[in-house]
């Protein structure tokens, strides 16, 4: 058998595994990456005491460090697979990626999905050591250095599977979800709408992991839903990645300038009511997503959202 043939193999069986460990809800809580562990802890334990099987959380510039988040948010909580959504591959080689994950699944009973992902210029260029080019050549690169990589292990299992480094890829449009398919688990999208997640699982095939973040916030009145919608994504619509993605699917300049219209609030943010929000994120499910990373945009008061978690938990079992 080829070595192609033989990662399709292994990549097949991966898939069936993780998605099952997956499940078909996740918890997505962007406030992982900047709140303090003593925040964060209990905000893992209890997506952990609501049912979600997996916890996504990201990393930025500046903020916390992907893999030392992952040990504690790990530490925290004793079931729930903690996924990093994403570890920006600009911030780390691909031997130290993966040796950080086969320590953190050594340690935490395999309980980590490494997420990889090309990030942005902003969060790039300023660290002043690397510069934001080719990043889909950047990225098959890196998932290469990860399977070629040597893994001395005291037990001799360097050839066994469970060796191998499990990865997702964030990815938008078809360059990288073709890495995503041929390299990796799947795809984990980001800010994308149901359309987007149809033509994702189209590029991908049936087998690869598709599991899309999508953006919540219970609130009725759809001007106060879209104002703290359009608060929470402010940033995202000044990234060309996500410019080019949602120009891709179909939105114009117009739909992304001044905050976004409604049209495209809309799409990337499900509000009103618990049943109006879950019926929005099942739209996914329908359009050939394996899994829903269910972020919801917290307040001051409740900065990683749980109160919005708890409202979704009892409707999504």
């Known amino acids: 058998m080829t070595t192609t043939g033989a990662l399709t193999m292994a990549l ?15 918890a997505w809580i962007g406030a992982l990456t900047a709140v303090p562990a003593d925040m964060g802890r209990p905000a893992a334990r209890r997506a952990e005491e609501l049912g979600f099987p997996c916890l996504w959380y990201p990393e930025g510039m500046g903020v916390r460090e992907s893999f030392s988040n992952a040990a504690v948010l790990l530490g925290a909580t004793e ?7 994403i570890a920006n ?11 950080a994950s086969r320590t953190l699944n050594d340690s935490f009973g395999d309980r980590f999905l490494l997420g990889l992902g090309v990030s942005h210029p902003p969060q790039v260029d300023p660290r002043g050591t690397t510069t934001y080019l080719k990043p889909v050549a950047k990225m098959r690169e890196y998932l290469g250095q990860i399977e070629r990589g040597a893994f001395d292990s005291p037990d001799g299992t360097e050839d066994d599977a469970e060796s191998r480094v499990l990865t997702i890829i964030a990815a938008l449009r078809p360059p990288m979800l073709e890495v995503a398919r041929d390299l990796s688990l799947g795809a984990h999208p980001y800010l994308v709408p149901v359309e987007h997640t149809a033509r994702a699982r189209e590029i991908l095939g049936a087998d690869p992991i598709l599991a899309v973040e999508h953006k919540a916030i219970i609130e009725p009145d759809p001007e106060q839903a879209r104002a703290r919608a359009r608060a929470g994504i402010a940033w995202y ?3 060309d990645n996500y410019k080019r993605n949602l120009l891709w699917m179909g939105y114009t300049e117009e739909d992304i300038a001044d905050g976004g219209s409604d049209r495209l609030i ?19 499910l329908e359009a050939g997503a394996d899994h829903v990373a269910i972020q919801p945009l917290g307040e001051d008061d409740d900065p990683c959202g749980l109160r919005i978690l708890e409202e979704l938990a009892p409707l999504l079992r």
């Open 266 to 284: 809309d799409a990337l943010v499900a509000h009103g009511d618990a049943e109006t929000v879950v019926a929005k994120l099942r739209g996914h």
């Open 12 to 26: 097949s069986d991966d898939r069936a595994r993780m998605r099952e460990r997956m499940g078909t809800w996740g």
């Open 89 to 99: 591959v600009w911030a780390r080689d691909a031997i130290a990626a993966a040796s």
């Open 237 to 239: 619509l000044g990234i």
């Open 79 to 85: 079931r729930i697979l903690v996924a990093s959504g």
